[in-house]
Every structure is written in structure tokens, then in C-alpha cells.
């Protein structure tokens, strides 16, 4: 009735088949080898469930602690909810999908197996993925997820390496608390990655990315992402009263630091963004472009970063 129980239960079972042979089971192994049984070149991943489900969170993508001998694995799969069944497959055969925790992982199915398996749908072989660099390896993931996103959605992580320098905070942070530098660097970012910003104020989705983007992205809550744009505070700091459009008052008011962001950030939050890549030096004409597309009563290129072209 326990995942260790029942791992167990499996090196004994596999022990007895090996009567007279060479190769022998190890039931001290390290806690964290992939897989759990190795036997030369041959390996078993053991999977239980209490649940009555044949899916289960496997081993990271990274696969840092593989027995580097085994070249093919097996899964043994104890399912004890329902009808207490044990099932088995070729481990790669059965990898379905891939999660994200701190770390991303696979997902395996034993039963019923599926049409593809994740490395069909990403167009890898198992042992060419596997082998491959983590670079390499993250974009073949990031390809497959943005395929399975739906309307609205958008990947929260975006690293190409595991020692990337983007690492999201731990702790949810206010932008209410964050100080003036920050806020005007996250508003800038939004701004140049969103132009949906400029969107008419009866767009209801407008600011649905620059909430995602904030928060996916930095690890802040801004439950009132219209104010960064269109409260008075935010486009008449000085508190002029010279009138015109509230957005686009806000937007003159940062762009300096909207052309920084155009330099910064990887060219990977364009392509998830905007759906395509675009040179540094090009970014700002691009936005204007879409924003001249995007907003109502007034035109972003007649009035922004005129200095810039």
C-alpha cells in the first residue's frame, strides 16, 4: 500500500527471474536514480498509484541522475484504486505529456497508451532527446506547450537553459509595494510587449496580457493593471490638467524606458508575444505598427517616439 512497498515488491519479483545469471538487482540504489531498476543495459522506471488512474509525474526532463549504462527502460505501473491492477510498457512509449514545477517533468500514461507519445508529437526520437543539450531540449518543450495553450493563456516559464538567469521569485510581490524604478521598468516591459494597452477603454481583454506578463513573468500581482495606464496619477504626475488621451499621456511619460526594454529583452518574449521574431533595432517601428492597428480616436505613430526614427 506504499510506493516503496511496491517498489520492493518489484525487485524481488525481478530478482527471481535472474536465478543463475551475472546480473544481480540492487535494493540499496541512490533515492533519486533513473531509473529505479538498472540491470545493464536495461532499465525499470516503478510507478504506483492509490488513485484509480494509470497517469503519473515522472522523472525530470534534465535527467541528471540517469544510470548511464541502461539504453532502454521498461515502466512497471502498480495502480491500487478500483480494480488493483499492475500494468507495464516501454517507458518512452508511454511518456504523454510534459509539466512544469521548478523543473519540467514528464508525465507517463501505461494504460490505455495513446496515439503519440510526446516525443512523436514533438518530432524526436527518445534517445536523440534525451542526448540532447538542455538548450535543445527546452525548445522542443516550448514548442510543444505553446502548441496546447488555449485563448488567453501563456507560458509562465521561458528559460532556454537550466542556469538561466530569469528565475521567477519565490514570493508574490504588490506592485503597489514595489518601488518607483520597478514599476516604471515593468510598465515599460508591458507597454512594448502589449500594445493591446491602447486598445479601446471598452475592450474588456485589453490588459489581460500585461496582468499574465507581470505576474507569469516577475512574480507580481497587480490587481489593477487600468491604472497603471489611464489613472490620472500615472498620465498627469504633474497634475497639468492639459486633457487629451490618458494612455497615451502615460506611455510619452516612459518612453525612454520602453526603448531600453526594446534592447533588453530576449528576442523569446516577441516570439511569445507576438507570435514572431524582431530585431532589436526594429522593435519600437514593429509596436507602433500594431498599436496604430490597435487604437481608437487617436494614432500612436503621429505622437510617440518621434525622436527614435
Same mark, same amino acid.
Given at each position: 500500500?506504499?510506493?516503496?512497498?511496491?517498489?520492493?515488491?518489484?525487485?524481488?519479483?525481478?530478482?527471481?527471474?535472474?536465478?543463475?545469471?551475472?546480473?544481480?538487482?540492487?535494493?540499496?540504489?541512490?533515492?533519486?536514480?533513473?531509473?529505479?531498476?538498472?540491470?545493464?543495459?536495461?532499465?525499470?522506471?516503478?510507478?504506483?498509484?492509490?488513485?484509480?488512474?494509470?497517469?503519473?509525474?515522472?522523472?525530470?526532463?534534465?535527467?541528471?541522475?540517469?544510470? !548511464?549504462?541502461?539504453?532502454?527502460?521498461?515502466?512497471?505501473?502498480?495502480?491500487?484504486?478500483?480494480?488493483?491492477?499492475?500494468?507495464?510498457?516501454?517507458?518512452?512509449?508511454?511518456?504523454?505529456?510534459?509539466?512544469?514545477?521548478?523543473?519540467?517533468?514528464?508525465?507517463?500514461?501505461?494504460?490505455?497508451?495513446?496515439?503519440?507519445?510526446?516525443?512523436?508529437?514533438?518530432?524526436?526520437?527518445?534517445? !536523440?532527446?534525451?542526448?540532447?543539450?538542455?538548450?535543445?531540449?527546452?525548445?522542443?518543450?516550448?514548442?510543444?506547450?505553446?502548441?496546447?495553450?488555449?485563448?488567453?493563456?501563456?507560458?509562465?516559464?521561458?528559460?532556454?537553459?537550466?542556469?538561466?538567469?530569469?528565475?521567477?521569485?519565490?514570493?508574490?510581490?504588490?506592485?503597489?509595494?514595489?518601488?518607483?524604478?520597478?514599476?516604471?521598468?515593468?510598465?515599460?516591459?508591458?507597454?512594448?510587449?502589449?500594445?493591446?494597452?491602447?486598445?479601446?477603454?471598452?475592450?474588456?481583454?485589453?490588459?489581460? !496580457?500585461?496582468?499574465?506578463?507581470?505576474?507569469?513573468?516577475?512574480?507580481?500581482?497587480?490587481?489593477?493593471?487600468?491604472?497603471?495606464?489611464?489613472?490620472?496619477?500615472?498620465?498627469?504626475?504633474?497634475?497639468?490638467?492639459?486633457?487629451?488621451?490618458?494612455?497615451?499621456?502615460?506611455?510619452?511619460?516612459?518612453?525612454?524606458?520602453?526603448?531600453?526594454?526594446?534592447?533588453?529583452?530576449?528576442?523569446?518574449?516577441?516570439?511569445?508575444?507576438?507570435?514572431?521574431?524582431?530585431?532589436?533595432?526594429?522593435?519600437?517601428?514593429?509596436?507602433?505598427?500594431?498599436?496604430?492597428?490597435?487604437?481608437?480616436?487617436?494614432?500612436?505613430?503621429?505622437?510617440?517616439?518621434?525622436?527614435?526614427?
Amino acid at each position: 500500500m506504499t510506493s516503496k512497498s511496491f517498489e520492493d515488491r518489484v525487485r524481488a519479483v525481478v530478482q527471481s527471474f535472474l536465478s543463475g545469471l551475472a546480473v544481480k538487482v540492487d535494493f540499496d540504489p541512490h533515492p533519486q536514480a533513473f531509473p529505479d531498476i538498472a540491470l545493464e543495459e536495461f532499465g525499470i522506471e516503478v510507478k504506483f498509484s492509490l488513485q484509480d488512474t494509470w497517469r503519473s509525474v515522472a522523472n525530470s526532463v534534465l535527467e541528471r541522475m540517469r544510470v !548511464d549504462s541502461v539504453k532502454k527502460i521498461y515502466i512497471i505501473f502498480g495502480k491500487m484504486g478500483g480494480l488493483a491492477e499492475v500494468r507495464w510498457g516501454e517507458y518512452e512509449k508511454c511518456v504523454i505529456h510534459v509539466r512544469t514545477s521548478h523543473v519540467p517533468r514528464f508525465e507517463v500514461e501505461v494504460y490505455p497508451l495513446p496515439a503519440q507519445s510526446l516525443f512523436e508529437k514533438m518530432g524526436i526520437r527518445y534517445d !536523440d532527446f534525451r542526448s540532447s543539450r538542455m538548450e535543445d531540449k527546452m525548445q522542443h518543450i516550448r514548442i510543444y506547450a505553446r502548441s496546447r495553450l488555449e485563448k488567453g493563456e501563456r507560458l509562465w516559464w521561458l528559460d532556454d537553459t537550466s542556469d538561466s538567469s530569469h528565475t521567477l521569485p519565490v514570493q508574490a510581490r504588490l506592485y503597489t509595494k514595489l518601488s518607483t524604478p520597478e514599476k516604471l521598468k515593468l510598465r515599460a516591459e508591458a507597454v512594448l510587449l502589449c500594445p493591446s494597452v491602447v486598445k479601446s477603454s471598452r475592450a474588456r481583454d485589453k490588459y489581460d !496580457d500585461v496582468v499574465l506578463y507581470i505576474l507569469t513573468y516577475h512574480g507580481v500581482l497587480c490587481h489593477q493593471a487600468r491604472d497603471l495606464f489611464t489613472a490620472g496619477s500615472v498620465a498627469d504626475p504633474n497634475n497639468n490638467r492639459t486633457g487629451g488621451v490618458n494612455i497615451q499621456k502615460s506611455i510619452a511619460l516612459i518612453q525612454d524606458n520602453i526603448v531600453d526594454a526594446a534592447i533588453r529583452l530576449d528576442d523569446e518574449l516577441f516570439v511569445e508575444y507576438w507570435g514572431y521574431s524582431v530585431d532589436k533595432d526594429l522593435r519600437i517601428k514593429e509596436w507602433l505598427k500594431q498599436a496604430d492597428a490597435l487604437a481608437v480616436g487617436w494614432k500612436p505613430s503621429e505622437s510617440l517616439f518621434l525622436s527614435t526614427r
